[in-house]
């Protein structure tokens, strides 16, 4: 099983991947994708199952456009966005 930081580089590379910058990193690590789209990390989450959270999150994001959870209203605006250049 991975640790929590190996499992934190692995959702690091992917946002890195996927051209997501990082524009804060105090209490949590805000990352925004070149979309607009913002996407959090937490600097220590209570136990590593909440990086095991967010990496599951991070990659249902990437392939789907949203989360499991609730879509956050940059990923519906993005979803949108992607809508509007299929058109043309």
């Known amino acids: 099983m991975k640790r929590g930081s190996d499992v934190y580089r692995k959702i690091e590379s992917l946002l890195r991947q996927n051209g997501a910058v990082l524009k804060k990193s105090k209490?949590?690590?805000?990352?925004?994708?070149?979309s607009g789209a913002a996407?959090?990390?937490?600097?220590?989450?209570k136990s590593d199952s909440g990086f095991y959270n967010n990496l599951a999150d991070l990659k249902n994001y990437l392939r789907t456009g949203h989360t499991a959870r609730a879509p956050h209203r940059d990923v519906v605006f993005m979803r949108a966005s992607v809508a509007r250049l299929r058109e043309l």
Request: aromatic share 20%.
């Open 27 to 34: 209490k949590h690590r805000h990352w925004r994708f070149p």
């Open 39 to 45: 996407w959090i990390v937490p600097c220590s989450p």
